[in-house]
């Protein structure tokens, strides 16, 4: 697809998912994942389809395990772990051997979760430092031979897509739309969704009127400008190196913002509302779907600028891991604010995964309980 058609067009769903092929286990359990409260039984797979859904990004390596019900999924198993696959990318052009090793223990550690829940369905899926990496391709040969996954890496249009399915459930019922953004770490995505069309069975689906995605993240972003001490000036370059990349897209998708509010996913906009809740420690149930008006917005922001490096560090909801990417992230946040000025923003703690979760069993037809016919 062209930069215009790309920029301007309206994309009715996501590519059709591929199957991941999920082999050679092996037994290693580590971590527990910061975004999702995780139901832990022993059923394996047990009572019908497990679903797993894996997303390598160039910060994070994500891993969601689920079932289908009612009305959506149950998720039985999570996995999160700041790998950094990008780091030094930027300069280098290259996934690094020190980013390969992180990797390729993450992996493992996803792998055996698979194994151990019984996995019969999956969508490994990696994006940003995948696809601008010289070494891509090798890397993901050596994860298959290494750790026994095929990863698919996935076009931009294809994370924007996913990126809405499961933000969707987060759209205010009475909103004439939401600008969906996703900060990722080598690259963001911007959405501009209408109003969701209700589904007979699951989540509603977004209905796609124009996306982009913006050559910057908080890890490429953070490595040309710093993230350790940021000072104003060195903040608003940041902002201003990002706007320019969203000028365009604004220019199109801009205007008529009227009954709209914005929807971000992304550890930056978690990050803001852990620190705006003031929470003692991360807590999704208070984060996923909580709201912040334009000012509370602001205030945080001002907040973290105002910190030191060790202030960061020290926050429950910051940590050493994002301490020199959060400003970086917020300056990527302010940079889509002032192109899309609506008066609320809607916190999503959830994104790619669910996603994927939703089209898998959408395609196989098991969501809402009863197994759809095929016409």
Request: aromatic residues 4%.
């Amino acid at each position: 697809m062209d930069e215009e058609a790309r920029v301007t067009g309206g994309l009715d769903r996501a590519r059709e998912p591929a199957r991941g092929r999920v082999g050679r286990w092996s037994r290693r359990w580590r971590a527990r994942d910061r975004s999702h409260d995780v139901v832990h039984d022993s059923g394996g797979g047990r009572g019908g389809a497990t679903y797993a859904a894996l997303d390598l990004g160039t910060n994070n390596c994500r891993l969601l395990v689920a079932r289908p019900t009612a009305d959506s999924f149950r998720v039985v198993d999570a996995f999160s772990r700041i790998i950094r696959l990008g780091e030094g990318l930027s300069s280098s052009g290259r996934i690094s051997e020190a980013a390969i090793r992180r990797a390729i223990d993450a992996l493992g550690v996803c792998r055996d979760k698979m194994q151990s829940r019984g996995v019969t369905r999956a969508r490994l899926i990696a994006t940003e430092a995948c696809r601008s990496a010289e070494n891509g391709a090798d890397f993901c040969a050596r994860i298959s031979e290494k750790v026994g996954l095929t990863l698919e890496v996935v076009d931009r249009e294809t994370e924007a897509g996913l990126a809405a399915a499961g933000c969707a459930p987060l759209v205010a019922p009475g909103a004439e739309g939401v600008v969906l953004f996703d900060i990722g770490g080598g690259s963001s995505e911007l959405v501009r969704l209408a109003k969701s069309e209700p589904h007979p069975r699951g989540p509603p689906e977004p209905v796609i009127r124009g996306w982009t995605s913006l050559p910057v993240g908080v890890v490429s972003l953070a490595e040309r400008h710093g993230g350790v001490t940021v000072d104003r000036a060195l903040f608003d370059a940041m902002i201003d190196e990002v706007s320019a990349h969203v000028a365009r897209f604004a220019a199109i998708h801009g205007s008529n913002l009227d009954g709209m509010h914005m929807l971000g996913t992304s550890g930056t906009v978690t990050t803001i509302a852990g620190v705006h809740l003031n929470l003692p420690r991360y807590e999704r149930r208070r984060v996923d779907g909580c709201w912040m008006t334009e000012d509370e917005v602001t205030n945080v922001v001002e907040r973290l600028l105002a910190m030191s490096y060790g202030d960061r560090v020290a926050n429950p909801c910051i940590g050493s891991e994002r301490a020199d990417l959060v400003l970086a992230g917020c300056a990527i946040l302010q940079a889509i604010r002032r192109a899309f000025p609506c008066p609320q923003l809607r916190v999503a703690d959830r994104g790619l995964r669910e996603g994927i979760l939703v089209q898998l069993m959408r395609e196989d037809g098991v969501l809402g309980g009863v197994r759809m016919q095929a016409s």
